[in-house]
């Protein structure tokens, strides 16, 4: 299964764990430096990404998650020159709070129906067991969303989405050292249980005559079995995984196991963001050298096929 390659793809993060605006831009990767956004931007623990592709002078966007606060994600797409109502669709990664958090907000700024696609289970309550105590649970409230606006569709399989955008549905556990977060829980019938993230699913474009582009939400599933899983359902190169890779609970050994395994891909660009963690982040700047790229509130990755 395959999306409609695309001339151009334009990623740009809405929503992220950090802002710097001094950072310089290279090839494929475009920084929003002072005085060059509406208003400044801002930063916080939650994860948004608007992707944009042309293709023979058609144009199609979709928004990946929804940060965990309207306020953020409101003040970015202000500030970045996006209207809430060009928006022409919404994909949450799976139903942790800060990648929803803000659509509800969103929707209520729009004129019209968002279509959003989502796992089914994304809906069952999630909580996390910690050594201090219990955080949640937390419910995506699915009848208050539609109320604002918000047109759900559910998939677990594959599919492709508005011809250009491939949702990889139920992510297949193909490797030995990525193992389910124990602290996650989530509960079914009132009954507390481990969360295997079902329903993290990732997203792709496909850029003509380069390859995937592969963006992932927390990688709950392991960003390896992620981006193998992408390249299984598509069979194309991986071009680019940009996204939150969840590496700081893991020991050393797994995360340079990680980053081995994500460069026998021989990707072109990585750029963790969101929950990686900061000391992973480094050791991927280390193992990774000219692939990798800090992660950025307003930054944008871009790639052109080679006729573009």
């Not at 309207?70 to 669709?89: K, Y």
């Not at 069952?124 to 569709?153: A, C, M, N, S």
Request: one cysteine or more; proline letters at 6%; a negative charge.
């Amino acid at each position: 299964m395959k999306p409609t390659a695309v001339d151009k793809a334009k990623v740009t993060l809405l929503v992220d764990n950090y802002y710097d605006v001094l950072l310089p831009s290279t090839e494929h990767v475009v920084r929003v430096g002072p005085g060059q956004t509406k208003k400044p931007l801002m930063a916080g623990h939650g994860f948004s990404i608007f992707v944009e592709v042309w293709k023979n002078g058609e144009y199609e966007n979709i928004l990946v998650d929804a940060s965990h606060s309207h306020v953020v994600l409101l003040n970015n797409l202000e500030g970045l020159n996006i209207d809430p109502d060009t928006i022409n669709a919404a994909f949450i990664s799976h139903g942790h709070f800060d990648h929803y958090q803000g659509l509800a907000g969103l929707a209520e700024r729009r004129t019209k129906p968002l279509t959003t696609y989502i796992h089914p289970d994304a809906f069952y309550p999630k909580l996390l067991v910690t050594p201090k105590g219990k955080i949640g649970p937390w419910v995506f409230d699915k009848e208050l969303h539609e109320e604002k606006g918000i047109r759900f569709v559910e998939e677990r399989m594959p599919c492709v989405v508005n011809k250009f955008f491939i949702l990889s549905g139920e992510i297949e556990r193909t490797t030995d050292f990525e193992k389910p977060w124990p602290a996650a829980k989530i509960l079914k019938n009132e009954k507390e249980t481990q969360d295997y993230f079902i329903d993290e699913q990732a997203l792709g474009i496909l850029v003509k005559d380069k390859g995937l582009i592969v963006i992932a939400g927390c990688s709950h599933p392991g960003i390896v079995n992620i981006v193998r899983h992408m390249h299984n359902i598509t069979q194309e190169k991986i071009l680019c995984i940009v996204g939150g890779f969840h590496l700081s609970i893991l020991p050393e050994e797994i995360i340079k196991k990680t980053i081995n395994a994500l460069l026998e891909f021989e990707p072109k660009l990585i750029m963790p963001c969101h929950c990686t963690g900061f000391e992973p982040t480094v050791m991927m700047y280390e193992m990774c050298k000219d692939r990798f790229a800090v992660n950025c509130v307003g930054t944008s990755i871009v790639f052109s096929s080679n006729n573009a």
